[in-house]
T-cell receptor, first 115, second 112 residues
């Protein structure tokens, strides 16, 4: 079974600083994908970034980058130059490429950006 | 292009009643997944449908059921509602597992 662990229930970061949100995973699937989503207080889930298990390079999307360390089974999200609008819940998730297992989520990290 | 549409946005039901929630995926997406989100349990996977077939199922009682139609629209039904079923129900659609999952805005169900 797949499992996602996010050990930071909450984090604070100063505006314009960078922040790293931790995510470790466990899976027996040889091919999988890792996702990060942002959930503001409105409730919608916003897709941020995707990393395939066989991708050679770490994924980047604007201010978001994913620090993928396959041997350590970690997929940390790095947000550079934090903005007040980044305050939200952040979820790490994974699914198998085969589709045999669904998209499963970690418990999330609540990020608060301070002015 | 249109996103994932969930209806209704808000719902209040009485314990013991049943409810049906609807999800219209992005055009071309054949996979639809449902999640229950509560403060205590977080995001829990309910089920996933792909081309009208249930592909994966989470650990929920049989009161929770779903289906997918030929146009990929999906419905989930909860019978004999309990207070603990109060939650945000999220639907996500996907073109394929490596293309990402797009979520709807959710249906917030309150059982009184």
């Amino acid at each position: 079974a797949q499992k996602i662990t996010q050990t930071q229930p909450g984090m604070f970061v100063q505006e314009k600083e960078a922040v790293t949100l931790d995510c470790t995973y466990d899976t027996s699937d040889p091919s999988y994908g890792l996702f990060w989503y942002k959930q503001p207080s409105s409730g919608e889930m916003i897709f941020l970034i995707y990393q395939g298990s066989y991708d050679q390079q770490n994924a980047t999307e604007g201010r978001y980058s994913l620090n993928f360390q396959k041997a350590r089974k970690s997929a940390n999200l790095v947000i550079s130059a934090s903005q007040l609008g980044d305050s939200a819940m952040y979820f790490c998730a994974m699914s198998s490429v085969s589709g045999n297992t669904p998209l499963v989520f970690g418990k999330g990290t609540r990020l608060s950006v301070i002015a | 292009k249109a996103g994932v549409t969930q209806t209704p946005r808000y719902l209040i039901k009485t314990r013991g009643q049943q409810v049906t929630l609807s999800c219209s995926p992005i055009s071309g997406h054949r996979s639809v997944s449902w999640y229950q989100q509560t403060p205590g349990q977080g995001l829990q996977f309910l089920f996933e449908y792909f081309s009208e077939t249930q592909r994966n199922k989470g650990n929920f009682p049989g009161r929770f059921s779903g289906r997918q139609f030929s146009n990929s629209r999906s419905e989930m039904n909860v019978s004999t509602l309990e207070l603990g079923d109060s939650a945000l129900y999220l639907c996500a659609s996907s073109f394929g597992t490596t293309y990402g999952y797009t979520f709807g805005s959710g249906t917030r169900l309150t059982v009184v």
